[in-house]
T-cell receptor
Framework: NAGVTQTPKFQVLKTGQSMTLQCAQD?????MSWYRQDPGMGLRLIHY???????DQGEVPNGYNVSRSTTEDFPLRLLSAAPSQTSVYFC??????????????FGPGTRLTVL | AQKVTQAQTEISVVEKEDVTLDCVYE???????LFWYKQPPSGELVFLIR??????QNEISGRYSWNFQKSTSSFNFTITASQVVDSAVYFC???????????FGAGTTVTVRA
């Protein structure tokens, strides 16, 4: 099992550019999510998905788009990058247990800089 | 709304000292889950423990131990006989039943000096 994988590891963008951060998991997890990590703020939820075809917004969704066409993949799109989106992005996945919150496992992260 | 507070921003200790990280949470749910994650300097997030609100037993795993007290809404983490490899940022997180979303504290940076 590769677990949760993310590409790229590092990315530099110019303001206004768009890009997609890739996330994949091979554990057959139903639940997947994207967080961003900023200094002194912990991790904040951007978007999440409880299964293929189902997505929803988290705490800080503005400027980001997601889709979930397969169980394995959950890409995060930046539509028009802004310096405020400079951050470290983590993808996570877990089983979707009825009535319980299972442990979420995180990918290695993508460090994004927007100039 | 759920909330997690880690009041200690940074803790610095000398090797072999014990260190306790505080975590205080707020939730209106009676069923919830608490987590601790470790983020070493390499940057990945490593899962340490998951605890549900009905299990108030303290837990020990090697040099790590956790003290869950519902009465004070706290889930504190102690590293006994700290080592340099324990240097990391530690995050406490909360999830309400069936919600899946994790609310993280701001993290505590632990530096263990040789």
């Amino acid at each position: 099992n590769a677990g949760v994988t993310q590409t790229p590891k590092f990315q530099v963008l110019k303001t206004g550019q768009s890009m997609t951060l890739q996330c994949a998991q091979d554990m057959n997890h139903e639940y997947m999510s994207w967080y961003r990590q900023d200094p002194g703020m912990g991790l904040r939820l951007i978007h999440y998905s409880v299964g293929a075809g189902i997505t929803d917004q988290g705490e800080v969704p503005n400027g980001y788009n997601v889709s979930r066409s397969t169980t394995e993949d959950f890409p995060l799109r930046l539509l028009s990058a802004a310096p405020s989106q400079t951050s470290v992005y983590f993808c996570a996945s877990s089983y979707s247990l009825a009535g319980e919150t299972d442990t979420q496992y995180f990918g290695p992260g993508t460090r994004l800089t927007v100039l | 709304a759920q909330k997690v507070t880690q009041a200690q921003t940074e803790i610095s200790v000398v090797e072999k000292e014990d260190v306790t990280l505080d975590c205080v949470y707020e939730t209106r749910d009676t069923t919830y889950y608490l987590f601790w994650y470790k983020q070493p300097p390499s940057g990945e997030l490593v899962f340490l423990i998951r605890r549900n609100s009905f299990d108030e037993q303290n837990e020990i795993s090697g040099r790590y131990s956790w003290n869950f007290q519902k009465s004070t809404s706290s889930f504190n983490f102690t590293i006994t006989a700290s080592q340099v490899v324990d240097s990391a940022v530690y995050f406490c997180a909360l999830s309400e039943m069936g919600d899946y979303k994790l609310s993280f504290g701001a993290g505590t940076t632990v530096t263990v000096r040789a």
